[in-house]
């Protein structure tokens, strides 16, 4: 019964790929501006990348250097994030989210996941 729902983290030698899903009610998925955030032990929860209902998309510096895509599947109601050439600093939970306005402000997002664990090995 949860309105968001990720999935896809797990262990991942440093340099690999992994996929995250975010599954979300159809009510929020086309009502709310969804994002992904991070958050790594003993560090402030960081902004990863977000995307409107019209597919615009926002992103993080280090999202920003073209390791991170994110997208997402209106028939599906599903966002993704591709994470590509993995660093052990990359090691974080990662949280689907949404908001009720284009925002990187976690303050500004009503909805949250349980979160993801993403582990990256040196």
């Known amino acids: 019964q949860a309105q968001l729902e990720e999935s896809g983290g797990g262990l991942v030698q440093a340099g690999g790929s992994l996929r995250l899903s975010c599954v979300a009610s159809?009510?929020?998925?086309?009502?709310?501006?969804m994002g992904w955030f991070r958050q790594a032990p003993g560090k402030e929860r960081e902004f990863v990348a977000g995307?409107?209902?019209?597919?615009?998309?926002?992103y993080s510096s280090d999202s920003e250097k073209g390791r991170f895509t994110i997208s997402k599947d209106n028939a599906k109601s599903t966002m993704y994030l591709q994470m590509n050439s993995l660093k052990p600093e990359d090691t974080a939970v990662y949280y689907c989210?949404?908001?009720?306005?284009?925002?990187?402000?976690?303050?500004?997002?009503?909805?949250w996941g349980q979160g993801t664990q993403v582990t990256v090995s040196s």
């Open positions: 989210a949404a908001s009720w306005k284009v925002t990187t402000d976690e303050n500004d997002y009503a909805f």
């Open positions: 159809e009510r929020i998925f086309s009502g709310f501006y």
């Open positions: 995307i409107g209902w019209r597919g615009g998309t926002t």
